[in-house]
């Protein structure tokens, strides 16, 4: 992605850089794509050739970081395509996105991943991270060619929505990826408890009369991977944490100096399994909705940072996947446009502080997969995120900028946005023009 040679100079905003410890109002000076300076607005009084852009009130960021999301192409480009996928990523603040494997084919070859990259320099959008198949077809068998897919482009290696069943591919997976330098982020859910389920295993399943999941079909995949990652010296991610147990494990893990990271995704921090009360398919996901406790666990273990980031887990799905019985019905909902909206109320009520979500959000997402850091330190290139924490707005279907429609939020009022977004020290989206016609933004 080209950058910009043009000075772009953000006036009197609020810096919070966690990789650097900032938290001041400042002024943030972008020149040839790159961070310039960082001083007070005072400090460039005399500056007369930059365009000078007024953020004060606002919050600026390093641009921010989604680990998991689904772009859906190659293959499924009627749920989403890069180019749709990296339109919502900026106007969710994100400057960075890592694709899973599960488009079809399944990116298991450097075919599809040179596909993605050259569709996202198309685009010229986001920057797509592309991350590759553990096992070839995401069979959870024969292990996928690691050093073909790291030499094109992929930055780690998942099966995404299914796990590595098998524990001696899982320790071979891990040893490779140990020599390599990678990390592999998995899917933990035991198929032979998991049965086929449609929502989280309690009363209220039973009720309903759909198939559960208990909270012991994730943990104990949680506890193996914490042993083979004990065994091999290996890294792993836990993708979308659900039980407050697994914060627990994975708390034990990180004491005991197992290279084990975590992310949680905002709805398993705002919603609990009432949400599917009345068979709503818009709330149903993998890892399931669970227990008011579990949403709980999710809030205690970010804040601890014992999860260390927050990621999406973007999944579009067309209307005809999700206007039918619930058991038919796809897993996944959106998320890119409406993440930093869900954390950042989060941080309205006292759960964790504003420093700490964008720590999650940026530097502790790159952390996890060991990827360039996001930052705002000189000389580093110049992605931002300026996020306004007042302004609000009802969550309507022309406000998403993907292909697909999928979430149970439409009609929710979101306070707090991404205000603009910048890629390379280019504009790439601002909030003017999603809400572009709306009274007063709201």
């Given amino acids: 992605m080209n950058g ?87 106007a969710g603040g994100f400057t960075r996105v890592c694709c899973m494997p599960n488009t079809r084919p399944i990116n298991d070859s450097s075919s599809v991943t040179e596909n993605i990259l050259e569709k996202a320099r198309a685009a010229n959008l986001a920057r797509v991270l592309p991350i590759g198949a553990i096992t070839m077809g995401s069979k959870g068998e024969a292990l996928a060619p690691y050093i073909e897919l790291r030499d094109a482009g992929c930055v780690a290696f998942s099966d995404d929505g299914w796990p590595v069943w098998n524990s001696g591919v899982m320790r071979k997976a891990l040893e490779y990826n140990l020599m390599l330098g990678t990390v592999l982020t998995v899917h933990e859910e035991d198929l032979g408890l998991s049965n086929d389920f449609s929502m989280n295993e309690s009363p209220r399943s039973v009720k309903m009369g759909l198939k559960g999941m208990p909270d012991a079909a994730e943990n104990v995949m949680i506890a193996r991977d914490i042993e083979l990652a004990r065994l091999t010296g290996g890294r792993v991610h836990f993708c979308h944490v659900s039980t407050a147990r697994g914060v627990e494990l994975i708390r034990r893990a990180k004491e005991d100096g197992i290279p084990v990271t975590a992310e949680v995704l905002p709805h398993h921090f705002t919603l609990d399994e009432s949400a599917v009360a009345d068979y709503d ?60 909206p869900l954390t950042l109320a989060k941080v309205r009520d006292g759960s964790w502080s504003l420093n700490r979500a964008i720590e999650a959000l940026t530097i502790d997402a790159t952390r996890c997969l060991n990827i360039e850091p996001a930052t705002l330190r000189k000389g580093s290139v110049a992605d931002v995120t300026v996020l306004d924490l007042e302004k609000s707005y009802v969550l309507k279907e022309e406000h998403i900028l993907s292909k697909s429609i999928n979430t149970p939020f439409f009609g929710q009022e979101f306070q707090g946005h991404a205000e603009r977004t910048y890629v390379g020290g280019r504009e790439v989206f601002s909030i003017d023009d999603l809400l572009s016609g709306e009274e007063g933004g709201q």
């Fill in 281 to 340: 398919t818009q709330a149903k996901m993998s890892m399931p909705l669970r227990l008011p406790e579990d949403v709980e666990g999710m809030v205690v273990g970010l804040r601890d940072g014992v999860i260390d980031c927050i990621s999406s887990d973007h999944a579009p799905h067309e209307a005809d996947s999700k206007i039918v019985e619930f058991e038919k019905a796809s897993f996944g909902i959106l998320g890119l446009q409406t993440t930093v």
């Fill in 4 to 90: 910009s040679t043009q000075k772009i100079l953000l006036v009197g905003g609020r810096v919070i850089d966690p990789s650097q410890g900032i938290d001041e109002v400042q002024s943030v000076l972008i020149e040839d794509g790159s961070i310039a300076a960082i001083d007070a607005p005072s400090a460039f009084a005399g500056l007369s050739d930059a365009t000078q852009t007024n953020v004060e009130g606002k919050v600026v960021t390093p641009g921010l970081v989604d680990i998991h999301v689904h772009l859906r192409e190659p293959g499924q480009e009627w749920k989403e395509t890069v180019e749709s996928g990296v339109k919502a990523a900026v």
